[in-house]
């Protein structure tokens, strides 16, 4: 009954936390002595005045939809699932180790549909053990799963310096991946090459991530499985009456969440780098966190904050190209918005309710009430 | 100074966004008296209180604390006019004493000794004066909750309250404790306290008020003199219209039986037997009402039978065993056997409140091939409509799928519950607390409802702390104290005071019966 309006709680909130996020940058730019206006005009020419800064926009973007994703199936359980950076990053290992399984693959389609396969399969497998000692064991999943996210990075440390590391090459990273496994990039895509005329990062693989982000939307809203899902998380012991199995959905909802991030690893390490080589997926999976509490938890919500965020990581670089501002302040612009679209989402909201009705809603005072 | 009442309220509104809570209260509340103010849930006796407790500020109209106008900003403020309240749910520290939770907040000074000291000498003197008898050095979590009720109320006394006001005071009190609290009430009436009295129990306000208001949908529809009036008129404010207080039932024609239960032992979590060793039957076409206060086994006894938590014994429907150990059953498979639940605790366990009606009206039978489209995707457009003629059946108000549980009334959403677990015509209904929270009009619908299940020749387990309502719907009554049946008795043939004595543990004349 006090509830913000729809619109204003899907559009307004995000926006105007942006604006605050915006603002204190601003002010923190101001403090080390630099001109706010510039660094944005520097900003949002990189990330998006070209087709060129497009191109490394969307590649992230890409990458932040499959971590957000996974992020938000989880959450739907109520299963923080932080270890989506090393989901990805094992799921770079299976995608190297079935590329490079073949001497040579006979079309690209051929190589996605066996990459993707084996980055789903190394990513749920990595999602579940937390899951399990969750479910059996009652051990925190938000715990084991940032742990699992050092062993990944471990394990690939070993793989790429004792296993996969061609004879004679210094570079601990795995051997380029055969002929016939590179995925067209939107510059050799036919119709967008007319858009991307150079060589761009972005990849067929933002399309398999749109299509990712309407069955997650498909699975959540529209399936059995979702349903459960969803009862699971917004109450164990009402799911426990309506006989919905706990360690089932925990499982389920892990190897889908794995799944998602392990997907990540087709655009980085398939489409970008051709060859698996240390930390490939460059704190994705912790974005995906942020990505998915922007976009509430919800496939399309999703999809917009990993726009942001895309945006927000080429823009950043590009200030640490072109400007004196260090690459470090993309982290405390990063930082920002997460800090206020995720941690401080509930102020922002009462600030509106107040502006809404000129009284907070009861619940809201009742809870300030019992904190005083 | 007798012309003055203690409280005087004019032209109080509240408005939360579109919802008017309270529109042009006026209330007087005379010295010296016990008042009571009744009504349905969401009437808005809660948010008045709140306001005359500093809790809310009302956008209109003002206070008067005997005959002087007062802000009431915070609850400080409300303590300084000597207004006291004691809440539905205690606010006490529940690993501190009893004295340590009555001087908290109301400290002399830095030092807590001298503070104690003096109000162990108070405590004794507010005992002897009221029978408000509690071991001060006695920790809170030791206590029964009839004790805890009574740290509140002298807590609100050692602050020297002249205005005592009680949200639903007897929701959680056996009748025993119940008619202690009202001496204790009565008491501090003749000492010139004033008390005012938050219930919808019908009962207790023909009992010890002097005078009653109503209220009905944020407005004060009457305040009449308890002597001059009587339950059904006081029913008929309530709710705006003619109420039928008693349950309408032709007697039982009890058939084979559903349910029987040999030696039923129940375990929590840490492992503590709350259950222990019960044996009972049901059959069909009959409610077995079983008594108690709250915390004695029964909730554990619904949630075994329910599916949700595991047991040793014997347990069986229609003279096949069911499955004790959890491991193999849930509600799901008990659902299977025909066994329907609506849990005790339906905002936690009988319904997801963040999830719209129709998604609820499903809960539990979501497996059902009627529901899906296809192997994968649900029919959600079908069951919205099924959810909406179910609705309908069971004046849900407003019938709208698409709301979230959590945005109807109390009885509403026991009527969700209800849509969901009796039109599957289950051979046995487990029914807990079926009318908590739920506003009258809505009771003698629920009532009616399982009174019709009956008659249909299902078995019914119903667990209620309301004594009235064990009574006007039972055939069978057992009472259950610490986890065992201390009785069981005919409805016809008992009373109150009998079922009291053995819901406090007391077992009676011929209590093998």
């Known amino acids: 009954m006090t509830k913000l309006p729809n619109w204003a709680d899907i559009v307004l909130v995000p926006?105007?936390?942006?604006?605050?996020?915006?603002?204190?940058s601003a002010l923190v730019l101001l403090a080390i002595g630099q001109d706010p206006v510039a660094a944005m005009n520097v900003m949002v020419t990189g990330a998006l005045g070209s087709p060129y800064g497009?191109?490394?926009?969307?590649?992230?973007?890409?990458?932040?939809?499959?971590?957000?994703?996974?992020?938000?199936?989880?959450?739907?359980?109520?299963?923080?699932?932080?270890?989506?950076?090393?989901?990805?990053?094992?799921?770079?290992?299976?995608?190297?180790?079935?590329?490079?399984?073949?001497?040579?693959?006979?079309?690209?389609?051929?190589?996605?549909v066996a990459a993707a396969l084996g980055a789903a399969?190394?990513?749920?497998?990595?999602?579940?053990?937390?899951?399990?000692l969750q479910a059996r064991r009652g051990s925190h999943i938000v715990i084991t799963t940032i742990m699992f996210n050092y062993i990944a990075a471990a394990v690939i440390v070993y793989m790429l310096v004792d296993v996969l590391r061609p004879p004679r090459q210094m570079e601990p990273a795995s051997a380029r991946f055969p002929e016939g496994a590179a995925l067209p990039t939107l510059h050799d895509i036919p119709g967008l090459s007319l858009i991307f005329t150079r060589e761009v990062p972005a990849n067929v693989t933002l399309f398999i991530a749109l299509v990712a982000a309407f069955?997650?939307?498909?699975?959540?809203?529209r399936t059995r499985l979702g349903y459960q899902i969803r009862a699971f998380g917004q109450s164990e012991p009402a799911a426990r009456y309506a006989g919905i199995d706990p360690f089932r959905t925990i499982m389920i909802t892990m190897l889908i969440s794995g799944g998602l991030a392990g997907l990540m690893a087709v655009n980085n390490v398939m489409g970008e780098a051709e060859k698996l080589v240390q930390n490939s997926s460059e704190g994705a999976g912790f974005i995906g966190i942020a990505v998915a509490l922007m976009g509430r938890n919800h496939p399309f919500g999703v999809l917009v904050a990993a726009f942001l965020f895309g945006f927000l990581y080429q823009g950043g670089a590009e200030l640490g190209l072109w400007t004196t501002i260090p690459i470090e302040m993309r982290i405390v612009v990063q930082?920002?918005?997460?800090?206020?679209?995720?941690?401080?989402?509930?102020?922002?909201?009462?600030?509106?309710?107040?502006?809404?009705f000129r009284k907070p809603p009861p619940e809201v005072a009742v809870a300030a009430r019992e904190r005083a | 100074m007798t012309t003055n009442p203690a409280i005087e309220l004019r032209g109080i509104s509240k408005a939360f966004g579109p919802v008017q809570a309270n529109s042009d209260i006026n209330l007087r509340v005379e010295r010296g008296t016990i008042h009571g103010i009744i009504g349905e849930n969401g009437a808005g006796k809660s948010t008045l209180m709140s306001i005359l407790y500093g809790f809310y500020k009302a956008d209109a109209g003002e206070i008067l604390i005997g005959g002087q106008p007062v802000a009431i900003p915070d609850s400080q403020a409300?303590?300084?006019?000597?207004?006291?309240?004691?809440?539905?749910?205690?606010?006490?520290?529940?690993?501190?004493t009893v004295l340590e939770n009555v001087v908290l907040g109301a400290e002399d000074g830095a030092l807590l000794r001298p503070s104690l000291a003096k109000a162990r000498k108070l405590l004794a003197d507010l005992a002897r004066d009221y029978e408000l008898e509690v071991d001060p050095d006695e920790v809170i979590e030791e206590?029964?909750?009839?004790?805890?009720?009574?740290?509140?109320?002298?807590?609100?006394?050692?602050?020297?309250?002249d205005i005592l006001i009680l949200d639903e005071p007897t929701g959680v009190l056996t009748p025993a404790e119940a008619d202690h609290l009202f001496r204790i009430l009565r008491g501090l009436k003749e000492q010139g306290k004033t008390v005012v009295l938050i219930t919808h129990k019908l009962r207790e306000i023909m009992e010890i008020t002097d005078a009653v208001s109503v209220m009905r949908r944020g407005e004060m529809v009457a305040t009449v003199t308890t002597a001059e009036t009587s339950p059904e008129q006081l029913a008929e404010l309530m709710v705006g219209r003619k109420v039928l207080l008693r349950v309408d039932k032709t007697p039982a024609v009890p058939g084979r039986t559903v349910l029987e239960v040999e030696n039923l032992r129940v375990s929590d979590a840490d492992g503590v037997e709350r259950v222990k060793g019960i044996s009972f039957s049901i059959r069909a076409g009959e409610i077995l009402g079983i008594a108690g206060v709250a915390g004695n086994g029964q909730s554990q006894l619904l949630e075994v039978l329910g599916g949700i938590s595991p047991a040793t014994g014997t347990v069986r429907v229609n003279g096949d065993a069911i499955d004790l150990s959890g491991r193999h059953s849930n509600g799901q498979t008990r659902r299977a056997r025909g066994i329907a639940h609506v849990p005790e605790d339906r905002q936690h366990l009988g319904l997801i409140m963040d999830f719209m009606a129709w998604e609820n009206v499903i809960f539990g039978y979501h497996n059902?091939?009627?529901?899906?489209?296809?192997?994968?995707?649900?029919?959600?457009?079908?069951?919205?409509?099924?959810?909406?003629?179910k609705m309908k059946r069971f004046d849900v108000r407003p019938p709208i799928p698409t709301l979230q549980a959590k945005s109807f009334s109390g009885g509403n959403q026991q009527k969700i519950v209800l849509a969901r677990e009796l039109e599957r015509a289950p051979d046995l209904l487990l029914v807990g607390q079926p009318t908590r929270g739920v506003d009258i009009g809505a009771i003698e619908f629920i009532h009616q409802r399982l009174i019709e299940l009956r008659d249909a020749g299902k078995a019914v387990l119903l667990v209620s702390v309301e004594l009235d309502e064990i009574l006007s719907l039972s055939d069978r009554i057992a009472v259950m104290f610490d986890g065992r049946i201390m009785g069981e008795r005919d409805p016809a043939a008992t009373n109150e005071r009998e079922l009291g004595l053995l819901m406090a543990g007391i077992a009676g004349e011929g209590a093998a019966a």
């Open chain 1, 15 to 24: 926006l105007v936390s942006l604006l605050f996020a915006a603002i204190i």
């Open chain 1, 54 to 112: 497009w191109g490394y926009t969307l590649y992230y973007t890409t990458s932040f939809i499959f971590t957000g994703l996974a992020v938000t199936v989880s959450f739907n359980a109520r299963l923080f699932n932080i270890g989506g950076e090393g989901q990805a990053q094992m799921g770079g290992l299976g995608v190297a180790l079935v590329l490079l399984s073949l001497p040579v693959w006979p079309h690209w389609t051929v190589a996605l």
């Open chain 1, 121 to 132: 399969a190394f990513g749920a497998a990595w999602a579940a053990i937390p899951a399990y």
């Open chain 1, 215 to 221: 069955l997650v939307w498909v699975l959540l809203w």
């Open chain 1, 335 to 356: 930082g920002l918005v997460i800090l206020f679209t995720g941690a401080l989402d509930v102020m922002v909201r009462m600030l509106l309710a107040r502006l809404f």
């Open chain 2, 78 to 96: 409300a303590i300084r006019a000597g207004i006291g309240m004691v809440f539905q749910h205690f606010k006490l520290v529940q690993n501190f």
């Open chain 2, 143 to 161: 206590l029964s909750v009839g004790h805890q009720q009574r740290v509140e109320i002298l807590k609100a006394l050692y602050r020297q309250a």
């Open chain 2, 368 to 389: 059902d091939p009627a529901y899906q489209k296809n192997r994968l995707i649900m029919d959600n457009a079908g069951i919205v409509r099924e959810a909406q003629a």
